[in-house]
């Protein structure tokens, strides 16, 4: 069945410092991953995402890595912020591409 | 542009009454998908529809209906609330030219008692 989950549910890291927060899928069949994060008493937003064809993808202060042969899909935040302080959540696009499915989260703290 | 109106934000309802969740969109886009999420979990898929007309279940579909009878609008129905139904309840739009990037309303926190 398809299902997204995270190894680890918390991460506190230091002001400044990179943030890697990893995510195990188990659909190999899905052509996009996705990241989104959501602060505190809002609705998620999108952040990144990246299609199966590729390794890596670059954004803004982040970068998404995709490893296909063990299903494993990563976010690394450069120079950490208090601003970054949210819950992450992966998810993989099926089929229709409207169909979202999400991993459990991971809470990331920054601490200043 | 309002983006994606959720309503009510908060709600209590008894067990065994009904009630619909408000959804509504401004962007024209073609998908519309409800996912519920309780703490400390991820956001599962309710019901979701590709298209004015068109619905699908998700992974929890059991104890609620939709319809989309018009691209702006989604409700969300629960026919006899149960305490399992507690939750956080998110409605999300996506285009059809960027599937990935989910637009979310800021969420009904339902309780039922």
């Known amino acids: 069945g398809e299902s997204v989950g995270l190894h680890l549910p918390t991460l506190s890291v230091q002001e400044g410092d990179n943030s890697i927060i990893n995510c195990a899928y188990s659909?190999?069949?899905?052509?996009?991953f996705i990241w989104y994060k959501q602060e505190s008493g809002k609705g998620p937003q999108f952040i990144i995402d990246?299609?199966?064809?590729?390794d890596k993808r670059q954004g803004q202060r982040v970068t998404v890595l995709l490893n296909k042969t063990v299903k494993h899909l990563s976010l690394q935040i450069a120079a950490t912020q208090p601003g970054d302080s949210a819950v992450y959540f992966c998810?993989?696009?099926?089929?229709?591409?409207?169909?979202?499915?999400f991993g459990q989260g991971t809470e990331l703290s920054v601490k200043p | 542009n309002a983006g994606v109106t959720q309503t009510p934000k908060f709600q209590v309802l008894k067990t065994g009454q009904s009630m619909t969740l408000q959804c509504a969109q401004d962007?024209?886009?073609?998908?519309m998908s409800w996912y519920r999420q309780d703490p400390g979990m991820g956001l599962r898929l309710i019901h979701y529809?590709?298209?004015?007309?068109?619905?699908d279940q998700g992974e929890v579909p059991n104890g609620y209906n939709v319809s989309r009878s018009t691209t702006e609008d989604f409700p969300l129905r629960l026919l006899s609330a149960a305490p399992s139904q507690t939750s956080v309840y998110f409605c999300?739009?996506?285009?059809?030219?960027?599937?990935?990037?989910?637009?979310f309303g800021q969420g009904t926190r339902l309780t039922v008692v």
């Open positions: 659909n190999s069949a899905s052509d996009y």
């Open positions: 990246i299609r199966s064809n590729m």
């Open positions: 962007m024209n886009h073609e998908y």
């Open positions: 998810a993989e696009n099926s089929v229709p591409r409207g169909k979202l499915i």
């Open positions: 529809s590709v298209g004015a007309g068109i619905t």
């Open positions: 999300a739009s996506i285009s059809i030219g960027k599937g990935t990037e989910a637009f």
